[in-house]
Nanobody, 115 residues
């Protein structure tokens, strides 16, 4: 069984930083991409950042230049370094892993940015 466990969320003041981590465990033979999404109550889940198997990354326009996604293959972990946080970044952040013909989600971690 595949599990994704996120950590690193919390409360931070505007302008501050947080680093999210997502540890992937279980039987996964091939990962196409690992990413972070976020969702506010009543809104659709949106892509924040993704890193594909070759190492290429893609970011939502609203976080480009402030957030950095990275992965540690040896630890099966994907990170999201979030700098210059804004109140608009307040959301539940979800880790996502895409494998051939399937995908997995973490349980979510709350990020709250106070003004």
């Amino acid at each position: 069984q595949v599990q994704l466990v996120e950590s690193g969320g919390g409360l931070v003041q505007a302008g501050g930083s947080l680093r999210l981590a997502c540890v992937v465990s279980g039987r996964i033979f091939s990962i196409n991409a690992m990413g972070w999404y976020r969702q506010a109550p009543g809104k659709q889940r949106e892509l924040v950042a993704v890193i594909i198997s070759c190492g290429s990354t893609n970011y939502a326009g609203s976080v480009k230049g402030r957030f950095t996604i990275s992965r540690d293959n040896a630890k099966n972990t994907v990170y999201l370094q979030m700098n210059s946080l804004k109140p608009a970044d307040t959301d539940v952040y979800y880790c996502n892993v895409e494998v051939p013909f399937n995908e997995y989600w973490g349980q979510g971690t709350q990020v709250t940015v106070s003004s």
